[in-house]
């Protein structure tokens, strides 16, 4: 029997465009799954599960396999999860346009050099081979580029030190013109995005890491017509710059996630002039304490991070690990909290970070949603415990 408000297999295939084995294939692969079963078997889906079926059927298109649109799908009945959804896949469409126009520059010019030639250019057909390749690493980079979004998001728009972290940085960096300037992995771009208005004219910046897609979403944001800015994928254990080229170089609460923080020290001092500054920055121990604590209270199984990165570079112990490569380390603290309302950054925060906490709340939104607006509704504080690092070679 029927159900009010409910579309059996083959009125829901025939809303969505496909064919009900898609259906019942998208439900044996655990991607999407009727919302009731009646007591014959019978399958029968919901308005919410054509929404869902969308999403699915815009990511296959874009070239994701099943196993990434699993992992990638979440409920989008909230309001706000479907906005970031959809604004997540706008970008991985810029992203894949730009490929594909590569793609098409390449193809264009191998069958150029055929017929000029009467032979096949081999290094032309490697560069197709490694631009048609380019869609393994878009899902990294698109996930890596939105989640520190939504982590700089909750520090701007919530924090109680109205000045930002950002344009404190760039207080603290004395930037004048005729500097060389090096930011090693400059994620989103933030600290230039937001002193665009007091750079002066006559700079260089060049916006590095390790990231192909954070650079397409600087360069998209910036503007490729500012030539002040260049952009270049770069380790930065292994910067390919000559030495003492920079005058000032930054790295944005980076070094704890290198694998080899002495030898990226010792590469960001080789290409810093003698005279040049240092400026990096790291948290404390009791930086964001109560997101943790929050999540703990509803699953105490979720980790926010495999491991607390103020260990491996902190404020507590950077300085030591400084001081071996630079002569004059000076530690300066900003002075800030959070202070919020609302549930959704706050979610958004959480489900950005390093840990395991996808496994436990995404089939869980709804409740975890609850929780949290629960816990915001009369105002909940941050703590947050960070600074810089002003380091100098002489």
């Known amino acids: 029997m029927k159900k009010d408000g409910y579309y059996s297999s083959g009125q829901f295939a025939r809303l969505a465009g496909v064919s009900v084995r898609t259906i ?3 439900d044996k692969q655990n991607i999407l799954k009727p919302s009731y079963v009646n007591e014959n078997g019978a399958r029968f889906y919901t308005d919410h599960d054509l929404a869902r079926l969308q ?15 699993r992992e990638m799908t979440v409920d ?12 997540q896949q706008h970008k991985l469409i810029q992203d894949r346009i730009e490929q594909m126009q590569l793609v098409e520059t390449a193809i264009r010019d191998t069958a150029d050099a055929i017929e000029k030639d ?3 250019d081999w290094s032309q057909m490697l560069r ?10 878009l899902k990294r980079q698109y996930q890596d580029s939105t989640n520190i979004t939504a982590r700089i998001n909750l520090h701007q728009k919530y924090s109680v030190n109205k000045q930002g972290w950002f344009p404190w940085i760039y207080e603290q960096a004395d930037i004048r013109p005729g500097m060389h300037i090096l930011e090693v992995g400059c994620g989103n771009g933030a600290l230039w ?4 208005a007091q750079l002066p004219e006559q700079i260089s910046i060049l916006l590095s890491d390790i990231s192909e897609g954070m650079l397409r979403d600087v360069r998209r944001t910036i503007g490729a017509e500012d030539s002040r800015f260049s952009y270049r994928t770069i380790d930065c254990a292994n910067i390919p710059c000559e030495d003492h080229s920079f005058d000032l170089i930054f790295a944005n609460h ?3 996630y290198c694998d080899d923080i002495p030898q990226v020290c010792s590469e960001i001092r080789r290409v810093l002039k003698k005279d040049g500054c240092f400026i990096c920055s790291t948290y404390g121990s009791r930086h964001m304490k109560e997101i943790s604590k929050l999540v703990q209270d509803f ?9 607390n990165l103020y260990d491996r570079f902190g404020l507590e112990n950077g300085a030591s690990i400084l001081q071996p490569h630079f002569r004059q380390v000076t530690l300066s603290r900003y002075v800030d909290s959070i202070y919020l309302k609302e549930p959704e950054p706050l979610i958004d925060y959480i489900l950005s970070c390093h840990g395991n906490q996808n496994q436990y709340l995404l089939n869980r939104y709804k409740d975890f949603r609850h929780f949290v607006q629960k816990a915001t509704k009369d105002g909940f504080t941050i703590t947050k415990d960070a600074g810089i690092f002003l380091c100098r070679p002489s």
């Open 24 to 26: 019942r294939y998208y």
């Open 55 to 69: 999403q699915i059927l815009l990511l296959k298109y874009l070239g994701f396999s099943l196993d990434d649109i």
């Open 76 to 87: 989008t009945a909230d309001y706000h999860m479907m906005k970031n959804s959809l604004e």
């Open 118 to 120: 009467h032979e096949l």
């Open 128 to 137: 197709l081979i490694h631009l048609t390749g380019m869609e393994t690493s």
């Open 193 to 196: 995005t937001e002193n665009l």
């Open 254 to 256: 980076v070094l704890f």
């Open 299 to 307: 699953d105490p199984h979720i980790q926010l991070a495999a491991d």
